[in-house]
């Protein structure tokens, strides 16, 4: 079955960078939508950045641009948010999610149907 395990969630300075890694398994698909996805306290969950797997194409929150950057290692089934420039606002819980029908890819929390458990992001 399909399982995404996030981590490198912690607590930072504001102005200080975090990594944060989804290690995949369960499936095996060309052509599929992934991405990092926040939820705050008393806030709806929200897209960050999207990559589609298979090509170039990646999307990012208006609020990130610039200081995120989502990639993805295929030999390793793993993919990234290299997140630079923290702020407080940043703080959330992160999700790593897919969307594995493979036609559309964007930051809308509702077209993800496989999710992981979250790490925590913190900057203070």
């Known amino acids: 079955h399909v399982q995404l395990v996030e981590s490198g969630g912690g607590s930072v300075q504001a102005g200080g960078s975090l990594r944060l890694s989804c290690a995949t398994s369960?499936?095996?698909?060309?052509?599929?939508?992934m991405g990092w996805l926040r939820q705050a306290p008393g806030k709806e969950r929200e897209g960050v950045a999207t990559?589609?797997?298979?090509?170039?194409?990646?999307m990012y929150a208006d609020s990130v641009k610039g200081r995120f950057t989502i990639s993805r290692d295929s030999r390793k089934n793993t993919m990234y948010l290299q997140m630079n420039s923290l702020k407080p606002e940043d703080t959330a819980m992160y999700y790593c999610?897919?969307?594995?029908?493979?036609?559309?890819?964007?930051?809308?929390?509702?077209?993800?149907?496989?999710w992981g458990q979250g790490t925590q992001v913190t900057v203070s």
């Open positions: 990559i589609y797997i298979g090509s170039t194409k990646r």
């Open positions: 999610a897919a969307d594995l029908r493979g036609d559309r890819c964007s930051l809308v929390a509702q077209n993800f149907g496989y």
């Open positions: 369960g499936y095996t698909y060309s052509s599929y939508c």
